[in-house]
């Protein structure tokens, strides 16, 4: 049945809908067709993507592309740049940049985001199509320098809420929600470690809240006990990303490069 051949292909339900009621959505051999219809070996299959929707106010700002193609765009998010806007930010966004860049009506579609402070390679999907199909698809490796020694590769499995009535911070706590971090050292500089880091789960500030929990808190990063001279944001960066591309299946690795200040600290 077409409808589950979509499903399989990574159509979600609330996409499949969507072409069920546009025109000539779905195309069986050239001519319309219900998603209920069978579907055999040597019939083409087409649907019809919608890439309008809601972008926010362009800014000419300038953008680096790492890689560029009909269907995703990855881009090298620069510190101090938040990935949406909000109520404290408007027009001076990655999403604002990338509006102005695509100059298409469409929506902006991060699959996912970074802290304001953190910088490093996020991955923008061109429709809903690529949206659905990578949503938590993407294996990240984040680098960062934390204060002290770590000599060891492990894993932290503490569980991470809000803490107390605070709207930013997080705390490792009991009746949090469960959150897992895999590290292992690169190299030790100076009595702080350059770590790489894969996350299971993605919990806000997670990177941040653990290390600072266990006494070593990412380099600079003031809100978790680790504030330094070397460097005026926290010491983290999303340096390389994996995935299926999500229409030619091929496996995907792109690569960011560390910025100037994180590569003057290691």
């Known amino acids: ?88 930010h408007r027009g001076d966004t990655l999403s604002n940049a990338v509006s102005a860049y695509m100059k298409e009506d469409t929506a902006f579609r991060a699959v996912f985001r970074l802290d304001r402070d953190t910088s490093g390679a996020v991955l923008i999907a061109k429709h809903e199509l690529a949206a659905s199909k990578l949503a938590g698809k993407i294996k990240k490796d984040y680098y960062a320098v934390v204060n002290g020694k770590i000599e060891n590769s492990g894993t932290i499995d503490l569980p991470i809420k809000r803490l107390g009535e605070s709207i930013i911070k997080r705390c490792v706590d ?25 996350l299971e789960t993605g919990r806000t500030h997670q990177i941040r809240v653990h290390f600072s929990h266990l006494g070593n808190p990412l380099v600079g990063d003031s809100l978790y006990g680790g504030a330094d001279d070397l460097i005026n944001r926290q010491a983290l960066h999303c340096k390389d990303i994996y995935f299926i591309h999500p229409v030619t299946q091929k496996e995907m690795h792109i690569s960011c490069p560390f910025p100037a200040d994180f590569e003057k600290l290691i």
Do not use: C, W
């Not at 067709?33 to 000419?60: C, F, N, R, W």
């Not at 009991?174 to 894969?198: C, F, Q, S, W």
């Open 1 to 88: 049945m077409i409808k589950e051949f979509l499903k399989g292909f990574g159509v979600s339900s609330s996409l499949l809908t969507k072409l069920k009621q546009t025109e000539n959505g779905i195309m069986l051999n050239g001519s319309f067709a219900k998603a209920i219809e069978q579907i055999k070996t040597g019939d083409v299959l087409q649907i019809s993507i919608e890439s309008k929707g809601h972008m926010p106010e362009p800014s000419d700002m300038q953008i680096d592309i790492l890689y560029e193609d009909e269907d995703i765009l990855v881009v090298n998010k620069p510190p101090f740049m938040p990935v949406h806007e909000s109520r404290n």
């Open 174 to 198: 009991a009746d949090g929600e469960r959150a897992v971090t895999h590290y292992e050292p690169v190299r030790i500089i100076n009595g702080k470690t350059l770590l790489k880091i894969n």
